[in-house]
């Protein structure tokens, strides 16, 4: 599906009826990163599950955007064209720095914030890559080629997440618009605010995580005031990928959260 805003295609997938939850992926890869890790672990009924390609990844442009506070901007323009009212929020990595922008910016817009591996704006006290699990048949799955950055990416390196990078981010990974990324990054900085957000949140990081740490998800607390914080061990950036089945049980509780806030 695709909607266009202003000078900005926006190329979309949706499942499912109900509440509108909608994903946002990190960066350099496209919607079907965070879209496999997120159908795996929802209820398959009930909601509205919505995965938009970021600007300059995957099949959506960049047209007129010059800043990451422009990409805020759009999400929530993107939000009110749904017009299906408050919508569950969740963003992994650089979505989910998006997302606390679009939180800030337009809270009546969001009805529950779900943040994994967030980035920040100045990533801090991040540790060396260590590899948690090591399986000898992990590379049978992959191109000699790919291997470099499922090893940068993955510190559980099994069949199973060889098969989800190979699968699920190694394709978004060639249709990135590196020139207009550039210019949207040299901006980095969102405006998160300085209040708090005060609808249910889940903070998820992998003690592992040497691309963003943990230590900035655990600072995150006091902004989120009915955050619960899971910081979890065995696990790196790739952590919907890494621990789903820890990652289901926070998620389901997450949503149970907001169904009860929204009664």
Same mark, same amino acid.
């Given at each position: ?175 990135? #618009? &590196?020139?207009? !990324? ?6 980095? @900085?969102?405006? *998160?605010?300085? $209040?708090?957000?005060? /609808? ?15 230590? #900035? &998800?655990?600072? !995150? ?6 955050? @619960?914080?899971? *910081?979890?061990? $065995?696990?790196?950036? /790739? ?25």
């Amino acid at each position: 599906m695709e909607r266009r805003i202003n000078d900005v295609l926006i190329h979309y997938i949706e499942h499912g009826s109900g509440v509108p939850l909608i994903a946002l992926h990190g960066a350099g890869v496209d919607h079907r990163e965070i879209e496999a890790a997120i159908e795996a672990v929802v209820p398959g009924s009930g909601y509205r599950r919505i995965y938009p390609d970021l600007p300059g990844m995957g099949s959506s442009t960049t047209g007129g955007l010059a800043c990451n506070d422009d990409v805020v901007a759009l999400i929530a323009d993107f939000i009110d064209r749904l017009e299906a009212g408050p919508v569950m929020l969740l963003g992994h990595s650089y979505g989910a720095y998006l997302a606390r922008g679009v939180a800030a910016q337009r809270p009546d817009i969001v009805r529950a914030l779900a943040l994994l591996c967030p980035v920040a704006e100045r990533s801090q006290n991040v540790p060396a890559h260590q590899v948690i699990c090591q399986d000898a048949d992990a590379y049978d799955e992959l191109e000699p080629e790919h291997r470099q950055g499922f090893d940068e990416y993955f510190v559980v390196r099994t069949p199973a997440t060889a098969r989800r990078y190979r699968s699920h981010i190694v394709p978004g990974t060639t249709l990135v #618009d &590196a020139t207009g !990324l550039g210019r949207i990054f040299a901006e980095w @900085t969102v405006d *998160v605010g300085s $209040g708090t957000f005060p /609808a249910q949140t889940l903070i998820a990081a992998g003690r592992r995580d040497s691309i963003v740490g943990y230590t #900035d &998800a655990m600072d !995150l607390l006091e902004r989120y005031p009915h955050a @619960t914080l899971a *910081v979890v061990d $065995g696990a790196g950036h /790739a952590l919907m990928h890494e621990r789903p089945e820890l990652l289901a049980a926070l998620l389901r509780d997450w949503l149970d959260r907001a169904r009860r806030d929204g009664r």
